[in-house]
């Protein structure tokens, strides 16, 4: 299979730390053929800054997106430019027949996602979501952990309550475009991404949803939001015996002002147990720091979470009585699976992991969130169309 030709629109945080990496680690699927960058300080621009000479030897730089459109080089294309963006340099790459990967949040609207999902079949090339958060360690182990069979002694039972969070305190605004009241900015838009998607695989569509979203720090503009509790209500999972719950619910935060370290990650209620974790998956640190790409393959240690922030079930044993036991990390986080599949998908027809019809979800939801908020009420989720 020859590698497949990347352009890789972007070459800030997302760009070096989320995309070039695994473009640039995985030869034998693709070759980064081009970046765009729109003022580069020299030769190489920020991709030599970040990976020295080598990686970015051969490497073109465009300066616009027409530029990358004439180019008839390029195959992929992968966004990862300010969210405000996306729909539309989405839009123009598929028009050229151009496959796209498109970084979280997809677009701002639900009619924008549907919109490019129709264009892609249309030309018959690839539209991809990075979803990447579905390879996380702590999300490929708390899977295993909710598929245990019933009688399993550390099984939760049946669930009545999913809690997951990404908190972090700063009192400060970043100075970056994600700062700007623009489409898609806030972080609702920015991390509910990620929860959104993870419920939605873990548990379909949800019945209602209540959001409250804010700029609880009063920085910057009110419009863009620095705070969200996302309730995604369900009906009661049906229980095999013991105790049947009334309601099942997924509640999804993330808080700017939340002072403590590790950060609570999920906590899973069920009637025979309650799982609780603390800390994030590793490979975000790792990959902003990596001397190459090459390890991402090489080290031993990327994508294995650290024994101190694995999770525990609490669960009752036989005698009723609550038993406290780790649940270990034992999955290594996989970005690189994602790009794995991108490729699979492009070359040999698989099948998408992440669909785009489940990202263009994500943000159906992120919509209904902000409603939610507005009008301060509960909202009816309209079944799938």
């Not at 190489?44 to 051969?58: M, S, T, W």
């Not at 997106?65 to 080089?73: C, F, R, S, T, Y």
């Not at 430019?81 to 949040?105: F, I, N, R």
């Not at 548990?203 to 949803?209: D, E, H, M, T, Y």
């Amino acid at each position: 299979m020859a590698p497949i030709k990347t352009c890789v629109l972007g070459v800030g945080l997302g760009g070096l730390t989320f995309h070039i990496p695994f473009v640039l680690a995985l030869p034998h699927l693709f070759k980064l053929h081009a970046v765009m960058e729109r003022n580069p300080a020299g030769p190489g621009g920020k991709l030599q800054a970040r990976f020295g000479e080598e990686a970015a030897k051969g490497v073109i730089i465009h300066r616009t997106i027409d530029e990358v459109l004439a180019d008839p080089e390029v195959e992929l294309v992968v966004i990862s430019t300010p969210s405000e963006t996306h729909y539309e340099l989405a839009k123009k790459c598929l028009q050229a027949g151009k496959h796209v990967l498109v970084d979280k949040p997809v677009t701002a609207h639900f009619s924008q996602a549907q919109e490019l999902g129709e264009l892609a079949k249309s030309k018959n090339v690839v539209l991809y979501p990075f979803q990447n958060r579905r390879w996380d360690s702590d999300f490929l182990t708390l899977r295993k952990l909710l598929d245990l069979p019933a009688d399993h002694p550390k099984s939760l039972g049946t669930l009545y309550e999913f809690e997951s969070r990404f908190d972090r305190f700063r009192t400060e605004l970043k100075g970056t475009w994600k700062d700007l009241p623009l489409e898609a900015n806030g972080l609702t838009y920015d991390l509910a991404a990620h929860t959104i998607d993870q419920v939605l695989v873990l548990f379909g569509r949800p019945a209602k949803i209540t959001a409250m979203i804010e700029n609880i720090r009063g920085l910057g503009s009110k419009e863009v939001d620095d705070c969200f509790t996302i309730f995604l209500h369900y009906p009661p999972r049906k229980a095999a015996s013991g105790v049947q719950p009334q309601s099942f619910t997924a509640i999804l935060r993330g808080h700017i002002l939340s002072v403590r370290s590790p950060q609570v990650r999920y906590v899973v209620r069920g009637t025979h147990g309650t799982f609780l974790k603390y800390g994030v998956d590793v490979q975000e640190d790792q990959l902003k720091v990596i001397p190459t790409p090459a390890a991402i393959a090489q080290n031993t240690e990327y994508g294995v979470e650290p024994e101190d922030i694995w999770g525990t079930v609490e669960s009752l044993d036989a005698d009723g009585k609550v038993v406290k036991s780790t649940w270990p990390s034992t999955e290594r986080g996989s970005y690189v699976s994602l790009f794995e599949n991108v490729a699979a998908v492009i070359r040999d027809g698989a099948e998408q992991a992440v669909k785009w019809e489940q990202s263009a979800e994500v943000i159906e939801l992120i919509e209904l969130a902000y409603q939610s908020a507005r009008e301060g009420r509960t909202l009816v989720v309209p079944p799938r169309s």
